[in-house]
């Protein structure tokens, strides 16, 4: 069933990598674009390249850190393989959503607690969105006009992925600091749903929910054990996703363009991850390039945009893919064939 399930989601990437293809490359020059390729100084992309694996590692090292602080004898070197699993089937997946289950996989593999693992796991992904939120609001809050100058063709989008992420962590927080109050909600849906399409289910689903709702508490318990802890997880995830967002500004240099400061361009790009964040694509394919060519088009000019964003996003996505699909099959050879031979 999971390789099933596995399939399927290659199939739709490649479904929804092909329709980009199209929409991006559908009557454009691509002798022309080929000599603007040709005339840009590499070595930026090479330090994009780097600061994409920067980027992955930063989440082990958050891994690594809250593990340690709850006890966990984990090896750093592992926490490696965890972070490279987790952004290749959160890169293949709709909404990022294979991302944690095939890094526990794996954590069970190790013999690590599963549910330590969801705890530490769940309180990565609050971090990781709770960041995405406060830059978005802050930019729709305060309206910066060198920055909305940029983003009113697609402010829709915007305000779209601001809610989005907004209600998502918040959602989250209900869960982790109110569970007996998210659990009457879910299981008052479920008891609707229920009567509605006359399932039997009703029963098994209250059961699983009764069950998550520890998972929860637990997350609670840890957040206000370790305050202290949560906010260095903040700041490192903070760093993490600016690091990630300079890339555009790497490639914007490596054109030999200029006129617009790393700023500004940091922060549109990191608008165009709030706004894509929570659409059900595979690494926001497809919206993330229509977003850039809108935004980037007054920045980089008609005739550059496009070779700015094939860069761009073939650093920060396609060679991030890439990376850690190979990792992804030295975690299957290392750790999960360790497990076996174990087990």
């Known amino acids: 069933m999971k390789n099933k399930k596995t399939i399927l989601n290659l199939l739709f990437l490649l479904l929804v990598f092909a329709l980009t293809l199209y929409y991006v490359f559908h009557g454009e020059d691509m002798g022309a674009l080929a000599a603007y390729l040709k005339q840009a100084d590499v070595r930026?992309?090479?330090a994009g390249t780097v600061l994409v694996v920067i980027f992955i590692l930063s989440e082990s090292v958050i891994i690594y850190y809250m593990m340690r602080s709850v006890g966990q004898p984990v090896i750093l070197t592992h926490c490696f393989l965890y972070s490279f699993v987790g952004f290749f089937f959160s890169a293949i997946t709709p909404s990022a959503t294979g991302g944690q289950p095939a890094q526990l996989y794996f954590m069970k593999k190790d013999r690590l607690s599963i549910s330590i693992s969801t705890l530490i796991l769940m309180v990565v992904t609050i971090t990781y969105k709770?960041?995405?939120?406060?830059?978005g609001l802050a930019v729709v809050i305060f309206r910066p006009p060198v920055i909305m100058r940029y983003l009113n063709p697609v402010i829709g989008w915007c305000?779209?992925?601001?809610?989005?992420?907004?209600f998502c962590v918040a959602f989250m927080m209900i869960?982790?600091?109110h569970p007996t109050l998210a659990e009457?909600?879910?299981?008052?849906?479920?008891?609707?749903?229920?009567?509605?399409?006359?399932?039997k289910k009703e029963k098994r689903w209250i059961q699983r929910i009764s069950g998550a709702m520890e998972k929860y508490r637990s997350v609670a318990d840890y957040l206000r054990k370790n305050k202290r802890v949560i906010v260095n997880v903040l700041l490192i995830t903070f760093v993490q996703r600016i690091i990630w967002f300079?890339?555009?500004?790497l490639v914007y240099l490596s054109f030999s363009l200029q006129g617009v400061d790393p700023v500004t361009i940091t922060t549109l790009q990191g608008m165009i991850s709030v706004s894509v964040d929570m659409l059900p694509l595979p690494g926001g394919m497809g919206m993330s390039e229509?977003?850039?060519l809108a935004i980037f088009r007054p920045i980089c000019g008609k005739d550059f945009v496009l070779p700015v964003m094939v860069v761009s996003r073939g650093i920060s996505y396609y060679t991030q893919l890439i990376i850690s699909a190979i990792m992804t099959g030295a975690a299957y050879l290392t750790i999960?064939?360790?497990?076996?031979k174990d087990g």
């Open 44 to 46: 930026y992309w090479i």
């Open 130 to 135: 709770a960041v995405l939120v406060v830059m």
């Open 159 to 166: 305000y779209l992925g601001v809610a989005l992420n907004v």
């Open 175 to 177: 869960l982790v600091f």
């Open 184 to 199: 009457n909600i879910l299981v008052s849906l479920i008891k609707v749903f229920c009567r509605i399409t006359h399932s």
């Open 246 to 249: 300079f890339i555009t500004y």
């Open 290 to 292: 229509t977003l850039f």
């Open 336 to 340: 999960g064939g360790a497990g076996r």
